[in-house]
């Protein structure tokens, strides 16, 4: 079984409206957890960690659902700009982070 | 404020060649990590350092080696190039054991031919 699973699209959304991802891990001794945007041809850069409580960065919600072992990323009032590839990181235990294949988003205008 | 920095940017070899990839990072972090993307793969870890002085293998290492050569240089070399290294190679860092997440360099392009 993968480490982090992630639905990989494409999602294609209007400008304006709100989409959510998944995205389910295997060890549920996993402590860290984060999303991070890649754009075609780019590096992956941070997009905002998850906390157990739970986060928002403006448009933004993180959610952590540790009982069904999964993690969430909500985006509100998509902007054309927010078209990328969205991957979920897991951090089980020392240094090495899991990543997920990402899931790829369009926003139309 | 430079972040992450990995040269080259691009690379064509042909098989059996060698080359290695620099990165360095000013940051201050103590963890140091070389990834690999293919198509429909995802980021695979090929080696980390968690510290300098320390390296550790990853999901795929075989075909590298690394060097942490002080706390913000990690090296990643290719002996003995194969076309099934035909990827893109990103270096990271962090500060430590999960905290913050990865800061990645711009990649570097690799065809091996």
């Known amino acids: 079984r993968k480490e982090v699973e992630q639905d990989p699209g494409p999602f294609n959304v209007p400008e304006g409206a709100t989409v959510a991802f998944n995205c389910t891990y295997s060890?549920?001794?996993?402590?860290?957890f984060f999303w991070y945007r890649q754009d075609c041809r780019k590096e992956p850069k941070l997009l905002m960690s998850v906390y157990s409580s739970g986060n928002e960065d403006g448009r933004f919600t993180a959610q952590l659902n540790r009982a069904s072992q999964y993690i969430s990323l909500l985006i509100r009032d998509s902007k054309l700009s927010d078209s990328a590839t969205y991957l979920c990181v897991v951090n089980p235990t020392g240094n090495q982070f899991y990543f997920g294949t990402g899931t790829s988003l369009t926003v139309i205008p | 404020n430079a972040g992450v920095t990995q040269t080259p940017k691009f690379q064509v070899l042909k098989t059996g060649q060698s080359m290695t990839l620099q990165c360095a990072q000013d940051m201050n972090h103590n963890s140091m990590y070389w990834y690999r993307q293919d198509p429909g793969m995802g980021l695979r870890l090929i080696y980390y350092?968690?510290?300098?002085?320390?390296?550790d293998k990853g999901e795929v290492p075989n075909g590298y080696n690394v060097s942490r050569l002080n706390k913000r240089e990690f090296s990643l070399r290719l002996e003995s190039a194969a076309p099934s290294q035909t990827s893109v190679y990103f270096c990271a860092s962090s500060y430590s054991r999960g905290r913050g997440g990865e800061y990645f360099g711009a990649g570097t392009r690799l065809s091996v031919l």
């Open positions: 350092s968690a510290s300098e002085g320390t390296t």
């Open positions: 060890n549920s001794a996993s402590q860290s």
